[in-house]
Structures are given as C-alpha cells and as structure tokens.
C-alpha cells in the first residue's frame, strides 16, 4: 500500500506534514518553472477509492468546485459542512487527483530541486513517477519538498497531487466563506545550488539599524568549509559581523549542517516606512563559496520601521497611529480563493482610496503577494493564521492531537512573512475558543519574533485585561461601543482596544460608524479597528443549469450586477443541504469590486483634512495624518447655495505637519438672500500616487455656513384639488396616489436583528387602509384614513391645499404606543412612466440614510433615476437618499414634477415597490416598474449592523405618537 495513504493523513491531527521542507521567508527565485495551466484530473469519492481511468482537466491553480467537476461549492459559517467530530472527516471525501508530466530543465543538472504547491484544501499527497513524496496541511499556506533525488534534470517526470477535501484538518478551517476543494495558489519548481540560503530574516528598526539573519546549508551533506555572506542595501555595504560569527562557533549551536551568519548595516537618515509613506529599500544577500563565487543570492524589500505598545497605545515609530481597518479575505467571484496580483493590487488601491490603512487578513494567511503590495502602497497588516475552529472551539483549543497543528500553522506564517514591515501584529487565528494549543503557539512567536505584538480575540476569557500571554492588544468583534468608551475610562485598561471586528457591513448597512469614529478619536485608549468585511462572496452563477460560470464568466458583470443569464450565489444557491444564506455577502464592496456606499462613509470618516469649525478669522483646517503634510493634497471649495447655484474657488491648502490647525480665509462672500449655504472642500490627490491618479477625491468635508430658511407657499384657494371618493389624491404625473408607508423591504440587519419579525408581526407589511373621511372646502380637501395592522390602527390625516403652481400636502401619523419601533413613516406615491432624471437639493449623491449619511455631503445632485438603487445581493431596503430639501423627476422634454419638502428628510426614488423587494431573494428576479416609487419619509429608522453587531442608536430608532410632514407638489 501506498506509504501516504497508509498513514490516513485525513484522520490524523498530529500529522501535519511528511516530507515538507521547513518554511521560510518568501523570496522570488529567478529561474523558476510555473506548472500553472491545465492538469488532467479525476475526482474520486474518497482518498482510499481507486482511479476510474478516465480523466478530465481543471486548471490549476483553481478550485474543482468551481470548474464543473460535479463537486461544488458549499457555504456554511460556524456549522460543519459534515457531523463527524474531530477529528474524524465523513467516509464521502471527495479526493481531487491532479497529473502532469514536467519536464526538468536540463540546466538543473546537480541542483537542488523544489516543488512548491502554492495552497491546497485541505490535504496534499505528493507523488512523482509513482513514488512518494509527501504530504502536508494548512490549506492557505506552502508546501515545498526536495524532489532531487526524485526526478533528473532534462528528463521528464510524472507529477500527481493529491488533494483530499474533508480532514482532521478542515475542523480548524471552519472559517465563515466558501468551502472548495482544490490546490488554489500557483505550483512551481525551482533550483538552487546544493548549498543555498534556507531563509534569510530581516529586523529593519526606525533608527537604520539593519540586521540580517542567514541561514545556510548545503543538500545532503556537510557545509562546505568557507563559505560567507555578503549583502548590500540600495548600494550601502552590509558587513557580516564577526562578534556573531564567534559567539556561534563558542555556541554549542554550531553544527556542520547548518550555517548562521549576520550581516549589519546602519543606514544614515533613514526614511522610516509607515503606510503613509511607505519608503522601501532593496537589499540582496548573497552566499559565496570559500572562492568568492557566489552560491546563492536572495532579494527582499526591507521598510524601517518600529511597532511597539506603551501602555495603551500601539505606536508605529513611536506615533499612536489610528488603526482604520478591514477584514479581507482572498476572493474572486470567478475562481473562489485563487486571485492574482492584479486583482490584489486593485482591492488594495480601492481601499488607499477610501481611507483603510490596515488589512486584517481573515481568517488565514493571504496570498503572499498581498504583502508584497501591502508593504509597496502602505498598509498596516495584522497577519492571522490558519486556524478557526469554530465549531468545536472548545474541544479543539485544549485537544493535545491538535497540538502540533496549531504550532504548526502559527510559527510557518511567522516563517514566511516575518519580512514584511506591513506586518505589524501576529494573531493566532479566528473564533477558536481559547486553550493551551494557542499558549503553545504564542510562545513559539514570542521567542521567534520578539519585535511585533501578538494577538488573539478569543484570550480575553476574564474581560479585555485579562493578562493571558497570547493577545497583547484587546480586540473584541462586535463590542457595542458604550462597552468600548467605559472601558477606556474605566481605569482598568491594560492593553490598546482595537476591534478586530466591527460594523458588520452586510446588506444595507454600517449605520453609526461615525459614532465609532467620534468615539475613538476622542477617547484614549480606543485606536480604531477593522470592518467586517471588504468582500460580499458571491459566487458568479449561471441561472440555466445553476453553475458556477468559473473562468468563462469573465466579464459578465459590471458595476456590481450579474450580467443576463447570471446571478451572484450565495450559501444555498448551488443546493447545499446545509448552509448559512446570504451571511456570506457581507462586504463593502460587491462581488466584481464595485463599492458600496457605506465605503463613502468610510472615507469620510477617514478624511487626511478636516474643516474643524469656522470661526470669526476663518475656516479651520487640520491635518489628521500620522506622518504627512499637505503637499500631495490639493482643495477646491465649492459653495452650494439653496438658490441651486454651485461657486467654486481653488483652495490653497495651508502647511500643516499631522494634528496641526490653521485657519484659511472664507473664500466666497455669501449672498445676501439669506438662505441655506453649505461649504465643501473637495480634497484630491495633487500628483500621481501609487494608488491614486491625479486628481483623485479622497475626501469632501463640508460645513454648514447657513442655516435654512422656510417660506410658506402662497394659498392659490380658486384652484380646485383633485381628490377621488377614496380620499385619494388625483394627479396627471401619479399612478398611484400618495398613502402612508411604514414599511421598508427588511434589510439584512432587519431580518437577522429581529425588526422585520416584529414589524410582520404588528401587519405593517399588510397594512389595511380604510377610508373614515373626506371633508372638502374651497381650494383644500381633508382626508381621514385607518390603517389596520394585526397589533393596531394608525391613524393617517392627509391635508390636500392648493397652492401657487401645486399643490402643499400637510400629512399626520399616529402611531399607537405598540408600534414602538417601525422602519419609516411617510409617504409612498408611484408617478407614470419618462420621468428617469432625478435632480435633489440634499445629501449625496450616494446613497445614504439617518446614521450612515456622514460621507454624503449636501449640495445640488442629478442622477438617472436607474442609478440610484443599490444593487444588494439579497434585495432590501436601497437607494434612500438622506437630508433631501427638495427635487424634481424628470423627462428629457423638461417635463415632470418638483417637490418640496417642510425639512430635510429622506427619500428614495426607484423603480421597485417595497413589497418587490421583500419578495425577492436575488437581485435578478428583480422586474423594474416602468415609473418611480417614491417615498418621502418624515421619519426613518437607521440601519445598524445587528445582522452581526449593535442595532442602530436609540436616536435613529422611531417613537410612536405623532409625526407630521409636510410637502409642496408641483408640475415643472
Ligand atoms: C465573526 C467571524 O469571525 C467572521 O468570520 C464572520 O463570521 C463574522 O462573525 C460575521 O459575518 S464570528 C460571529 C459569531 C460573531
């Protein structure tokens, strides 16, 4: 029997690899053979059964499950995809066998030879021309073995790689995503000399001092005598330093198998790295033989920098930097897990661009590229291994089989980006309850790695002070902020507060991140955090036979939308038994990487300048970077008047080092009419950035200059109003009269928070309206109408007048004490087909709602009327647009009809009903209606994140009792 399935490596948690070269710092070897492409491939039931002999292809790198192999995938969050127990996997495994035939190089002739399997889920058994290689788990990381007694240069072998997709294993990858089966990052070969850099660590301080760690050795056999270092950084000389060597060779360490050398530098004015300016130096080590000539040489990208915790605080190069994070996963609608360095460079500069400046990499080690691109456009890294057990969390943290699994997982993430200077926290992983297992690998990383701060949100077991050795930051998912502020001032705080996760961004959601961000910036001890999550995980599907499209969906889809024929999936979508819904769409951007609004929430809310105040000798401006100037900024103001005029001035940004203020002089006199002005400084990128074209908007603080004025309309009382026997307003623009709505299509966090089950409960999906009154007079017609839901009757009064050129409608609701917390309350009304341009005075042009409206600035707005909906995943709630004072809905003719409102309100434009989007699980079963729904609230609900997280506030929730609204209606 085969010696690597002898040892049912699936069922066996204390094997966690045979065969599997130790891991080190990823380095880029020139010379190397990409064995991507197709390879022919065969699917088994399980990793016992035998070969069918007949064989079909997948690419590779790619996941089977989305490249027809009748294996698909599957979503599940905390539970198991299966019930066995760990560490037991089903008896139905599905077991990828993946052949090629590679040819060695003829060149490699007396090499040392590697294979390097980029990634593969969640077993890999190698074999060569029939012989055993190896084995290996850790599904998001390497695995490399020494083939040079295997295979000979300029001859050709048979490769096989075995993937099992159910193990002991996949009991520690419970992560909340996907699952696939397959190898899911490039596999390579490459060569060194027999005697080669095994890895090579670089310790690079804020100071210049530089140090670099070789490790050296030579295949099979004694270091030959001699041999030395040499390296140099951007044209500065290392020197290898001797009092290293001799302290070795007095060790008891020195061996004939392994060399270590040190090489040191210190670099005169330094240029620190920080992810605002993250300068990078080259450095390239090379080994020589005892004659000079070089062996091997390796190149790393070296960032000076220092990350240390004094007392509360994490400080970069000695600046408590704030931490405006998101939780990223590697995906691709197309291949699941397998994404390139351009899809990874355009994630992060989307992100650069909306102000993130730190990556959390859940819940596993990202594609290595990730940290090359994170060092070269600046972010901070919180590198998270391999392991989430979330569903027998308890079981597992303490279970000695697993012992060696999390060590392993832990340490060989430490291995390979300990280079990284984007890297500057270790964590021990995801949702896995807290046990010896992890004391076990923060040990590991404390000895290995004493320059970065450690992790992990499950060692809070006592509270966010609990002194255990495997987290030294506080990092609690989905604390509800008052929790944050008392413990901040609680006294007791011991380490920095930073969520590791919060503001669940699923649906229409991340209401009240600006009072997070209120919170952290005036609260010491709190340092911001890292949004759940960047992607929404929908799977590109075809609608005719329910497939994955895979690589052929290439460009069926734009601006956040499956193209015809398609849809986004989410957990169910491909007939998983078990499964966990659209909780897998949970991102700020769609699955093709359009941004959702709630990003221009975050970008505001991250803004590098700020308008302060205004005060007598002008508008105050401040610099809220860490480490930057001004100088690659560049402003304009602009002015938008309630008149509907917009001024623009160029802004002169003043020079301010970070956190300094200084204030500028009002640019624009203000009009003398008196009426509402708002100043706005548009803030863009003043030359070419790494991630950002000149002229890019990064941010549009804005501040209110003056307040609104409200005029009545003048009563018009010879002209008649047109209202029907059913009290309902008759109107050549409305298809459907204005009535009250207390009903919005239940976002995700309705649904999961609990709302929607309420407001169902209470009718208000179903409401009954029943006329009780008409009483009309000249040039005005009152209407009383009852509302029935199953939990009570509202009462709704509607107060039709004819004004000069319209009409004004006065509306009143009373809400009896049991509906004490409804969606909305207003007004619903649908107009006839052609009028597709919406021109509003308010906030936008984003969509934007009561407690998500910080980054959508007031000011005059036209969009197409098909543009203002948010295509979510799972239809809800979409489009709203918050603080509208006015607007008009227009043909192209210029015809059409304009509103005003009493106050700032919200109000949404679409082409759906509320009821269209409750009903519908996909955004494709979706049938516009030729004309506008519109709704004028003069009250919503806020969105929250309950879906995972707090509700909204207590000030964006809705009281009963009385609300009156007030509205002017008009033809253009
Ligand atoms: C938390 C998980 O860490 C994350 O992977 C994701 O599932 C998120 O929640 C919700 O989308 S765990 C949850 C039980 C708080």
Redesign the pocket.
């Known amino acids: 029997m085969d010696p690597l399935l002898a040892l049912r490596p699936w069922e066996a948690p204390e094997v966690t690899s045979r065969g599997r070269l130790p891991m080190h710092a990823i380095d880029r070897r020139p010379g190397a053979v990409r064995l991507d492409g197709e390879w022919r491939f065969q699917l088994l039931p399980a990793p016992d059964a035998p070969l069918s002999g007949t064989w079909s292809t997948v690419h590779v790198p790619g996941a089977w499950t989305l490249q027809d192999t009748g294996d698909l995938p599957q979503y599940t969050?905390?539970r198991m995809p299966f019930p066995q127990f760990p560490p037991q996997a089903p008896a139905a495994d599905p077991t990828g066998v993946h052949e090629r035939e590679v040819d060695i190089p003829a060149e490699w002739a007396g090499r040392r030879i590697v294979l390097q399997v980029g990634a593969a889920e969640s077993v890999l058994l190698v074999h060569v021309d029939g012989r055993p290689v190896g084995a290996s788990k850790d599904s998001h990381l390497a695995a490399e073995f020494d083939l040079s007694d295997l295979v000979r240069a300029g001859s050709r072998s048979l490769l096989r790689l075995t993937v099992v997709k159910w193990s002991d294993a996949s009991h520690i990858e419970d992560?909340?995503h996907w699952w696939h089966g397959g190898i899911t990052r490039s596999v390579l070969l490459y060569a060194t000399d027999p005697l080669h850099l095994a890895d090579v660590t670089v310790r690079a301080r804020q100071d210049g001092a530089l140090r670099v760690d070789c490790r050296v050795r030579h295949a099979g056999g004694a270091l030959p005598a001699g041999w030395y270092v040499s390296g140099e950084l951007d044209g500065l000389p290392l020197v290898q330093d001797t009092e290293f060597d001799r302290a070795n060779a007095a060790d008891e360490r020195v061996s004939d198998f392994l060399g270590e050398a040190r090489l040191t530098a210190t670099v005169p004015e330094v240029r620190t790295w920080n992810a605002e300016t993250p300068e990078l130096y080259g450095l390239t080590v090379r080994l020589h033989r005892a004659d000079g000539t070089v062996a091997d040489t390796s190149r790393h990208r070296v960032g000076f920098r220092d990350v240390t915790i004094v007392g509360r605080d994490l400080l970069v190069n000695g600046e408590r930097v704030y931490i405006r994070g998101i939780?990223r996963h590697d995906f691709h609608p197309l291949t699941g897990r397998t994404v390139s360095a351009e899809d990874m460079r355009a994630d992060l500069v989307l992100l650069k661009r909306f102000g993130f400046n730190a990556i959390r990499t859940?819940?596993y080690p990202n594609d290595p590229a990730l940290y090359d691109l994170a060092d070269e456009l600046g972010f901070y890294v919180v590198d998270e291994a391999d392991i989430?057990s979330?569903d027998h969390a308890h079981e597992i943290a303490d279970d000695p089989r697993y012992l060696n699994a999390f060590v392993d997982r832990v340490s060989r993430m430490v291995l390979r980006d300990v280079n990284h200077p984007s890297v500057i926290v270790w964590s021990l992983g995801?949702?896995s309850d807290y046990g010896a297992n992890h004391d076990a690998a923060a040990g590991w990383v404390r000895r290995y790695d004493p320059t970065r701060p450690l992790q992990y949100e499950g060692a809070a077991k006592t509270g966010w002070a609990d002194p255990s050795v495997a987290s030294d930051i506080a990092c609690p998912?989905?604390a509800p902020l008052e929790d944050c502020v008392a413990h901040a001032l609680s006294g007791q705080q011991t380490k920095p507060l930073i969520q590791c996760?919060y503001s669940?961004a699923?649906g229409n959601s991340n209401g009240t991140l600006a009072d997070h961000w209120a919170a952290i910036e005036s609260t010491p001890g709190l340092q911001g955090g890292f949004i759940?999550?960047f992607w929404d995980h929908g799977i590109l599907q075809r609608v005719s036979d329910g497939r994955p499209a895979g690589r052929a969906g290439a460009g069926r889809y734009a601006n956040g939308v499956a193209g015809p024929g398609h849809r986004w999936a989410y957990g169910g979508d491909f007939g998983e038994a078990v499964h966990d819904g659209a909780?897998v769409a949970?991102g700020l951007v769609f699955p093709d990487r359009t941004p959702k609004p709630a990003m221009y929430e975050h970008r505001e809310l991250a803004a590098p300048v700020r308008i302060e105040c205004y005060r007598h000798e002008g508008i105050v401006l401040g610099n809220h970077q860490h480490f930057r100037g001004l100088d690659w900024l560049a402003g304009e103001w602009e002015l938008a008047l309630a008149d509907g005029r917009t001024l623009t001035a160029p802004a002169e940004l003043p020079d301010l080092r970070p956190g300094q203020t200084a204030a500028v002089p009002l640019p624009f006199r203000l009009p003398p009419d008196g009426g509402e002005a708002w100043l706005t400084l548009r803030v863009r990128t003043a030359r070419d950035e790494p991630w950002a074209p000149r002229g890019t908007e990064l941010c549009a603080p804005q501040l209110r200059l003056r307040a609104p004025v409200t005029t009545a309309p003048a009563p018009a009382a010879d002209r008649p109003v047109d209202v029907d026997a059913e009290g309902l307003l008759v109107h050549p623009l409305l298809t459907a009269a204005p009535v009250l709505s207390l009903w919005r299509a239940p976002t995700d966090n309705d649904e999961i928070g609990g709302m929607a089950v309420r407001w169902r409960a209470w009718g208000l999906d179903a409401l009954v309206r029943k006329l009780v009154s008409v009483d009309r007079a000249e040039g005005r017609v009152r209407v009383l109408a009852e509302y029935a839901g199953t939990a009570g009757v509202i009462r709704h009064r509607q107060e039709f007048s004819a004004v000069e050129g319209g009409l004004r409608i006065d509306e009143q609701a009373e809400l009896p004490a049991e509906f004490d917390d409804v969606a909305r309350v207003g007004s619903v009304f649908e107009t006839v087909p052609g009028l597709d341009l919406l021109e509003w005075f308010g906030q936008g042009p984003w969509e934007s709602y009561p407690d998500r409206s910080a980054g959508a600035p007031v000011g005059h707005h036209v969009l197409p009327v098909d543009e203002l909906f948010t295509p979510y995943l799972r239809p809800q709630e979409s489009g709203g647009r918050h603080g509208v004072r006015r607007f008009t809905l227009s043909a192209p003719d210029a015809t059409g009809l304009a509103v005003e409102l009493d106050e700032p309100r919200q109000v949404s434009v679409t082409r759906f009903r509320a009821a269209d989007l409750t009903a519908a699980a996909h955004h494709d079963e979706l049938v516009p209606r030729p004309g506008c729904v519109v709704h004028l609230d003069a009250a919503h609900r806020g969105l929250g994140t309950a879906s995972?997280g707090p509700d909204t506030s207590p000030a964006h929730r809705i009281a009963p009792g009385v609300h009156r609204w007030s509205w002017t209606l008009r033809l253009l």
């Open positions: 969050n905390v992560q909340d939780n859940s819940h989430e979330h995801n949702e998912m989905y996760e669940h699923m759940w999550e909780f949970d995972c």
